[in-house]
């Protein structure tokens, strides 16, 4: 088990997050590299996580697999596990990133936000849950790409939130929902948007 | 603001626009699906299951030397094809693991096709399951002594597409069942011909005016985001398993039937499932049984679960059809005649029911008017991915047809198509003009702006520089009326009034997204309406476990929405004389002097003794009463409702790109169950129709047989970007039989998409393209520009 203490502040260099995938048999040079294990601080949802690469945290461990598999955030799926669906879609930083296209390593000294670390009453999970306007549908119907919309809504928002429906198909365009339901998806990030606007601005 | 339907008859709660049941567990990240249940966490000792999938799209296995698989650290159990376990199991049909009804392996639907073996020697498809299954302490590991079996292939010659197939002197796929590789006729789908109604061919020569033409459908896939998933522990006598199957009774009865235990003895447990869409039709369900018996092997649970690239193991099945019709010209259509090729691909499954059986009912309730009709189809095998059970099946084939005939006649005899599907289409149970597809007709034309748009092949606006603009529609008729859901049998629900007056609802079916689950609520308040319950006091059981639950109603059809509610009403029924007897005890009256209302129970005398039903039930013993009815759908004939899809493309003449800037769905549903929901169902039906008519195809390697984009970066489903305006409109024309007489939709809102946009594209250019997908490639070359 990883050991757990409260977030203390970013450790480590800011880095982007990389787009590249490890190939299953990719052999990370770390061991030899490093003989002393390096502690890889990663902070999930306010709390502070700090692991061994290599030890307790296999280098070639996406980050998606860290948080589902290891931490036990499953509000995020990994459906593609190729970066095509957005299902896995987590905010670092506050900015939407695709976990399943990124080494759980290279969280390392970042702030990880799941659909779990959303509060209860958040207006985007709200207006998600409760969207049935006539004419558009529902915002959701198997629920499984539901949670990658919402984290990607939440970024949207924290970086405009007063978007355009031009604006909302741009930026949710990496997601995909087989149920089709784009329609009752986009109405709801508008009345999140709407509801946090009449909140005075606050998320 | 979008105008709301109207409803026939007001109701309190079904037919509401109101959010899903499930919305807020949904929308939170807090629903669990089969692998968010089936973490290493909750299962002590997981081990992880990889079968060995066939690098060649023909091949048989000589031999498996597995000791370097079973040498490697981590590897607790390797099968193969020789094990004993394995080769006892009987070969296996997709029409028994994926069905609407839950039956024994005697009565499974394809008989004639069992061409799946569980683990066998043969490869027929690129991707197969073949030969050897390893269970190891992680997947890594798994897939790492896959790649350490030693196997001596017999590489075979193969064949992809069907016309060849069908020649003389072709690889012969399943020699033991088509020995030309076409399928034979069997007792359910009949001959080739299997539909032949008065003279076709006279009534043909005979004609005044006569068209014909050819359709191709191609191979989109289900693509269901949550992959198939089970974990299985078979611990002494008693084997669970945890899976993401649509339809727990049906496969605790495969297990039991191929494992041969007591059904006691299996509890299958299903949750949440990240979509259907026909997926179910695979033989890859026997990777329940062996997950089992690497299970019983170890004496640990087992998890299998797809990869995105296993993931793609069935799609449509593509169908070349060629119609011909004859007419008055007055637009009468005298006969109809079609001949179809299916490539099943490698295994049968249920192509028998797209080739045959979907036509049959297509023709009984849309073509009872036309005189003359003859149906001929053919399945015929290949060593491609099988292709069947996707959401409208069968149906999307014929569509594309059947909309394409009514486009040329129409053109031939200068009539407006809408003219000539009124003139013609309709059931036995009804005359012509039918209402029901009147209506639709009617609000698909005024939405899409028909009589303003539809012009002249290729004689529109242009615009700039190369836009060419066209409207087009195909319409359909529905196939999921109580009458032809009787062979699901009996359908059963147990409805548990607790003794503080609220309700747990045990509706069992598999929440796979449809929104049957929220349709249940609403129905069973409904029901309840003299217990003056609101949706929020009803508990919906989500899990459907088969330890617990009475049997679930399985997940196809779209029908589950408004099936379980017309049980419901009969339990209702029943649950309102338990009150009125229990109430007897308290009023010393007899049971036909009182009555509930408004979640009161009083004397009819005397209204003002009544006392509130929740205090009834909270006398001193505290037990609930609790109802379970079961009901088989009645067989009478009631005809179905129509819908539609329009469409208004524009088409770049210069890149050949076409996109869709419009569309309308319209549904007659007989009775809306559940607004939000059925329209949620309609605009999403477009989107996955708009996928296989613009964009989504497996593409081959001819030279190889090897498929090129079994990932979602190059098969490409639509996004939001890809979407245009979408009008859903429910209407109430037609009525079924029963409380509510409704009607499934959802599956069918697929259907009517891609004809549409062809006709809508011939409109804009004047330049017919036979074959979906519509890419850009095709347009120029139809265009002579490429």
């Not at chain 2, 105008?3 to 807090?30: C, L, N």
């Not at chain 2, 047809?401 to 053109?411: M, N, Q, S, W």
């Not at chain 2, 059963?492 to 049957?516: H, K, Y």
């Not at chain 2, 509510?740 to 062809?758: H, K, N, Q, S």
Request: neutral net charge; charged residues 25%.
């Amino acid at each position: 088990m990883p050991s757990r203490k409260k977030a203390a502040g970013r450790s480590g260099s800011q880095h982007a997050a990389s787009r590249s995938r490890p190939r299953p048999q990719a052999r990370v040079p770390f061991r030899d590299a490093a003989p002393q294990p390096a502690a890889v601080r990663i902070t999930v949802n306010g709390t502070g996580y700090e692991f061994l690469a290599d030890r307790d945290l296999p280098c070639n461990m996406t980050l998606a697999a860290l948080l589902r598999e290891k931490l036990g955030f499953t509000g995020l799926k990994v459906s593609c596990d190729e970066g095509a669906c957005g299902a896995c879609t987590v905010l670092l930083d506050g900015r939407a990133v695709l976990s399943c296209m990124m080494l759980a390593v290279e969280a390392d000294g970042h702030e990880v936000l799941t659909i779990e670390g959303l509060p209860a009453d958040d207006p985007v999970i709200r207006a998600f849950a409760e969207q049935s306007e006539p004419g558009y549908g529902t915002a959701l119907q198997c629920g499984y790409c539901t949670p990658g919309f919402v984290m990607t809504a939440r970024a949207l928002l924290n970086e405009n939130p007063a978007p355009t429906l031009e604006e909302v198909k741009e930026a949710l365009s990496g997601n995909i929902c087989r149920c089709g339901c784009y329609a009752g998806i986009a109405q709801a990030v508008l009345r999140a948007s709407r509801m946090i606007r009449e909140r005075g601005g606050r998320p | 603001m979008k105008e709301p339907f109207r409803q026939r008859v007001a109701r309190r709660h079904v037919g509401g626009y109101r959010p899903r049941i499930d919305g807020m567990e949904k929308a939170s990240g807090r629903a669990r699906y089969a692998d968010d249940l089936t973490r290493a966490e909750s299962f002590p000792g997981l081990l992880y299951a990889k079968v060995l999938r066939s690098p060649y799209p023909h091949a048989r296995v000589r031999s498996i030397d597995t000791t370097a698989a079973e040498a490697l650290p981590g590897v607790k159990a390797v099968l193969t094809y020789r094990d004993p376990e394995v080769a006892r199991l009987k070969a296996t049909s997709a029409g028994w693991t994926d069905g609407v009804d839950t039956v024994s392996y005697d009565r499974m639907m394809w008989k004639r096709y069992r061409d799946r073996r569980v683990l066998g020697d043969k490869a027929c498809w690129v991707g197969d399951e073949v030969g050897a299954v390893v269970a190891a302490e992680s997947e890594e590991t798994a897939e790492e002594a896959l790649r350490l079996l030693k196997i001596d292939w017999e590489v075979l010659p193969f064949v992809l597409d069907p016309l060849e197939a069908m020649k003389p002197g072709s690889p012969v796929i399943h020699p033991e069942i088509a020995s030309g590789n076409v399928m034979p006729p069997d007792d359910i789908g009949g001959p080739d011909v299997f539909l032949d109604k008065g003279d076709a061919e006279k009534a043909l020569s005979e004609a005044e005016v006569t068209v014909e033409g050819t359709s191709i459908h191609h191979n989109a896939t289900q693509a269901s985001l949550d992959p198939w998933c089970c974990v299985v522990d078979w611990k002494a006598d008693r084997l669970t398993m945890w899976s993401n199957s649509y339809e727990a009774d049906q496969s605790r009865m495969h297990i039991a039937t191929m494992l041969d235990i007591p059904l006691n003895r299996i509890r299958v447990i299903s949750s949440y499932v990240g979509g259907q869409f026909g997926r179910g039709d695979t033989g890859d369900q026997p990777f329940f049984l062996f997950t089992a018996l690497l299970a019983k092997k170890t004496g640990r649970p087992v998890k299998f679960k797809h990869t995105r690239r296993e993931s793609f193991h069935d799609t449509r099945q593509p169908a070349i059809y060629h119609g011909r019709a004859g007419a008055r010209k007055d637009g009468t259509i005298t006969a109809l005649s079609f001949r179809c090729v299916g490539n099943a691909g490698a295994y049968a499954d249920h192509s028998m029911f797209a080739l045959k059986f979907a036509p049959v009912e297509v023709a009984e309730v849309a073509l009872a008017h036309v005189p003359n009709v003859r149906f001929e189809a053919r399945g015929v095998y290949t060593n491609k991915i099988p292709g069947c059970m996707m959401r409208g099946v069968g149906n999307s084939q014929l569509n594309l047809i059947l909309g394409h005939i009514v486009d040329l006649l129409a053109e031939k005899l200068g009539l407006d198509p809408l003219e000539v599907a009124l003139k013609n289409f309709g059931h036995e149970c009804g005359g012509l003009p039918d209402k029901s597809l009147a209506a639709v007709l009617q609000a698909g034309a005024e939405k899409i702006g028909w009589k303003e748009k539809r012009h002249a092949p290729g004689r529109g606006p242009v615009f700039p520089p190369d836009g060419r603009r066209g409207v087009g529609f195909s319409c359909h008729p529905g196939w999921h009326a109580e009458w032809q859901e009787v062979r699901r049998g009996e359908v059963q629900v147990r409805i548990t009034l607790n003794p503080d007056g609220t309700v747990t609802l045990d509706a069992p079916t598999v929440e796979t997204g449809t929104g049957s689950n929220t349709c249940n609520v609403l129905g069973c308040a409904e029901a309840l309406s003299f217990l003056d319950l609101a949706p929020e006091d009803i508990h919906w059981v989500q899990m459907v476990d088969t330890d617990t639950s009475v049997k679930d109603c399985v997940q196809t059809d779209s029908s589950v929405s408004y099936l379980q509610s017309e049980v419901m009403a009969l339990a209702a029924r029943e649950l309102k004389e338990r009150i009125l007897e229990r109430a007897a005890r308290k009023f010393d009256a007899a049971p036909a002097d009182l009555d509930v209302s408004g979640g009161r129970v009083f004397p009819r005398a005397q209204p003002a003794r009544g006392i509130a039903v929740r205090e009834l039930l909270l006398e001193p013993d505290l037990v609930p009463i609790t109802v379970t009815r079961s009901r088989r759908p009645p067989g009478d004939k009631t005809g179905v409702p129509f819908f539609a899809t329009f469409a208004e493309v524009e088409v770049d003449t210069g890149t050949g790109k076409v996109r869709v800037l419009h569309l309308a769905m319209v549904n007659d549903c007989g009775t809306v169950m559940y607004a939000s929901g059925a329209e949620a169902q309609q605009i999403g039906g477009q989107c996955m129709g708009l996928g296989e008519a613009l964009s989504e195809e497996i593409v081959y390697d001819r030279a190889t047989g090897v498929p090129l984009n079994f990932n979602w970066i190059d098969y490409t489903i639509p996004t939001m970007a890809d979407m245009p305006d979408i009008d859903p409109v429910l209407l109430e024309v037609w009525r079924g039989n029963g409380e509510y007489g409704a009607c499934g939709i959802g599956e069918g809102t697929v259907t009517c998409t891609p004809r549409a946009v062809l006709n809508a594209v011939y409109n804009a250019i004047g330049v017919r393209i036979d074959e979906i997908p519509v890419k850009p490639e095709k347009v120029l070359r139809a265009l002579g520009k490429a």
